[in-house]
């Protein structure tokens, strides 16, 4: 192999690592919310056309595309992973159509205050450490936020969603 192209690829993987591994100690690695619960999570959402959707911590971006196609929502997909983010860029191409707005972005330097609902699948530890805070302080009343398996320590859940033991608990909360 050229010598040139060999330095490409060992950048990139180096490049997409530290990506990856920044992401999992900043809020949670890379584990998508199983897609026979999206139904679930949008039933909580009650989203409304035209509201605006947040995806804390989009991953492959699927929430924030359903939010767009099925509830015409503005949907906002936050995502710090580089080849997560590239992957999103990716799948907006065939979905062109829809409001739909990718950030390579950190969560936490986003404001959060123009959303009417907010999703994510954070680490418990994260979550409540430095993330409860920040929707306290940006979010306005009567902004939704949906949990996907985590609770948010002191705050009372409007909602718990577990139809049965095998699925995971969805939490809806309302500031
Ligand atoms: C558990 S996954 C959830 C993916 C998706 N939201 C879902 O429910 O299927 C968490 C995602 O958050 C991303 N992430 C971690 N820290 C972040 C940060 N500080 N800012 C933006 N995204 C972050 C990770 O790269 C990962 O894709």
């Known amino acids: 192999m050229n010598n040139g192209l060999g330095l490409l690829i060992l950048l990139t993987i180096f490049v997409f690592g530290i990506s990856l591994i920044f992401s999992a100690l900043s809020f949670a690695p890379w584990v998508p919310c199983r897609s026979r619960d999206l139904a679930r999570i949008f039933k909580l959402a009650g989203l409304k056309e035209g509201q605006v959707f947040y995806d804390l911590g989009c991953g492959d971006g ?31 191409i065939f979905n062109f159509k829809a409001d739909i707005n990718f950030k390579f972005k950190n969560l936490f330097k986003e404001d959060l205050s123009p959303a009417d609902v907010v999703y994510f699948f954070g680490m418990p530890e994260t979550i409540n450490k430095k993330l409860c805070a920040k929707l306290k302080r ?5 902004a939704k936020i949906i949990s996907y398996t985590f609770s948010l320590v002191g705050w009372t859940p409007k909602i718990i969603d577990k139809p049965t033991p095998n699925d995971l608990s969805i939490y809806l909360y309302e500031v």
Do not use: D, Q, T
Request: net charge positive; glycine share 6%; charged share 25%.
């Open 62 to 92: 699927k929430l924030v595309i359903y939010a767009a196609n099925h509830y015409k929502a503005k949907a906002i997909g936050l995502e710090i992973s580089l080849p997560f983010y590239l992957f999103c860029r990716l799948r907006k």
């Open 138 to 142: 940006e979010l306005k009343p009567g």
